[in-house]
C-alpha cells in the first residue's frame, strides 16, 4: 500500500495578505527606529513607495493601532506611536518589577541554563559593538530580556511583556548611540551575567533595576526633546 502519512502531514502555507506584508513593513520600520516616534504616516506616500492601493495600507495601519504602534487621530491622520516622558518612566517601572520576578523564577527554575543563555548573548553582543552593528545589538538586547522571562516559566508573565517588547524596541532604537553610550548598555549586560556568575543574585537583581532606570532616563529625555521639537513648529 502506499504511504500516504507523509502527505497528509505536508501543509501548504498560506500566502500573506498585502495587508499582513504591509503590517510587518511598517512594523519594522517602527521598531527599528527607521519612523520616528509620532512621526505621520501617509497612506498615499506608503502605497506609493509599496507600489499598491491605500486600503491594504489602511487596514494595516488600524491592526497596528490595536497593537499600540500606531495612534490613529480623526480629522489629522495615522502617526507612528509616541510618549509622555512620565508614560516612559511607568513602563520602564513596570518592567522593573515584571522583569526582577521571571530573574528570580528564572533563577529557581533554570540556573544553569539561563546564564549559560545569557553568557552565549553577551559574546553575539560584543561581537555587534565589535563590528558597528547597531540593528543586531538591539536584536540582541531584545533577546537577552526574552530569555529571561521566557525561563520563568510564567506565560502570562511572557504574555505581559510580550505586549510591551515592540514598544520597548521602538524606543531603544531611537535612543541607541544618541543619550548613552552602547557600550554603558554591553557593559550592564556583562555585570549582570558576571553577578550571576558569582551566585551574587541580589547584586544582579539590584543591577537589572538599574539597568532599565538608566534606559528610562534615555527614553525620557528623548521624548522631552521631541516634545520641544513638536512646539517649536507649531509656534
Do not use: W
Not at 527607521?34 to 495601519?61: D, F, H, W, Y
Not at 529557581?108 to 545569557?118: I, M, Y
Not at 553610550?181 to 551574587?200: C, F, G, M, P, Y
Amino acid at each position: 500500500m502506499p504511504k500516504t502519512s507523509a502527505a497528509r502531514a505536508t501543509r501548504i502555507e498560506r500566502p500573506k495578505s498585502l495587508t499582513e506584508l504591509v503590517k510587518e513593513h511598517v512594523r519594522g520600520r517602527i521598531i527599528n527606529g527607521e519612523l520616528m516616534l509620532g512621526e505621520a504616516l501617509s497612506e498615499n506616500v506608503l502605497a506609493a513607495q509599496l507600489g499598491i492601493s491605500k486600503t491594504p495600507v489602511r487596514e494595516a495601519l488600524l491592526q497596528l493601532k490595536l497593537e499600540g504602534l500606531v495612534d490613529i487621530q480623526p480629522q489629522r491622520g495615522s502617526f507612528a506611536f509616541s510618549m509622555a516622558p512620565e508614560e516612559a518612566s511607568e513602563l520602564c517601572q513596570y518592567r522593573v518589577i515584571l522583569e526582577s520576578a521571571a530573574l528570580r523564577d528564572a533563577l529557581h527554575n533554570d540556573e544553569t541554563g539561563l546564564v549559560a543563555a545569557l553568557e552565549q548573548n553577551v559574546r553575539r553582543m560584543e561581537k555587534a559593538v565589535a563590528d558597528n552593528d547597531m540593528p543586531g545589538y538591539r536584536r540582541l538586547d531584545t533577546e537577552y530580556h526574552r530569555h529571561i522571562l521566557e525561563r520563568a516559566g510564567n506565560r502570562f508573565l511572557t504574555l505581559a511583556h510580550q505586549q510591551l517588547e515592540m514598544k520597548i524596541q521602538a524606543l531603544r532604537a531611537s535612543v541607541t548611540s544618541k543619550h548613552r553610550t552602547v557600550q554603558d548598555s554591553l557593559t550592564e549586560h556583562q555585570n549582570i551575567v558576571k553577578l550571576l556568575r558569582a551566585r551574587e543574585k541580589t547584586k544582579a537583581l539590584n543591577l537589572l533595576g538599574v539597568h532599565i532606570r538608566a534606559a528610562s532616563r534615555d527614553y525620557q529625555i528623548l521624548l522631552q526633546e521631541q516634545a520641544r521639537g513638536r512646539e517649536r513648529r507649531s509656534g
